[in-house]
């Protein structure tokens, strides 16, 4: 259950049975540390898995007034308080519910992530209850599952049943070399992920 409670601010924390979804003391603060702890932008688009009370959010888009931001979060009722909150974010942050894995991989949002290589990004402090739902979010956005990886390099031929042989719940690339490796592939294509190998060891 989602309930609301001002601070001494006068700003509204989210709360999620009980345990807050933003710092109390200085949410603002705590979303400008998250914000400049994450370094320069590989994309245009951000996704960020976790809505929260939304200062995170606003955080981020103050700083890259540019970046298109995507928010995934499974709690529908966040919704009039982030935009009644953070009216100046209307228009800038897209907001996709799912309520489990598939539909956020039946999701456009899925597509868009992969066609435009979104740089996925998380706010634990404001998952709550949803840490193993947001963490498949996570692992699914950023290509570290089986179905994933099937989704992200359907077009290169590798032999996916063997991936499901994998005892990871996240995985790597060098999981998928040695899938890579028994795959009927072109020699070019396989190459390309011995480097990505090399890169992560």
């Not at 409670?5 to 700003?11: M, P, V």
């Not at 809505?51 to 709690?75: E, N």
Request: hydrophobic fraction near 45%.
């Amino acid at each position: 259950m989602i309930t609301f409670s001002e601070n001494h601010e006068s700003s509204l924390i989210s709360f999620e049975e009980g345990q807050a979804l933003a710092s109390l003391r200085d949410p603002r603060g705590e979303a400008l540390k998250w914000v400049y702890s994450l370094g320069q932008f590989p994309s245009n688009h951000v996704v960020v898995v976790g809505l929260g009370s939304g200062f995170h959010i606003s955080a981020l888009a103050d700083l890259d007034p540019t970046v298109q931001i995507t928010v995934v979060d499974s709690r529908e009722a966040l919704l009039p308080v982030f935009r009644a909150q953070f009216p100046e974010l209307e228009g800038r942050v897209n907001i996709l519910i799912a309520e489990n894995v598939q539909d956020l991989m039946k999701s456009d949002l899925y597509a868009d992530v992969v066609r435009d290589r979104a740089y996925v990004i998380s706010f634990r402090e404001c998952w709550g209850n949803q840490v193993d739902l947001y963490s498949q979010f996570f692992a699914h956005l950023t290509g570290r599952t089986v179905e994933s990886v099937r989704f992200h390099f359907q077009e290169f031929g590798i032999n996916m049943k063997a991936l499901y042989f994998q005892n990871n719940n996240l995985l790597s690339i060098n999981d998928v070399l040695p899938v890579v490796e028994a795959s009927v592939m072109p020699e070019q294509q396989k190459q390309m992920f011995r480097a990505l190998g090399e890169l992560v060891k």
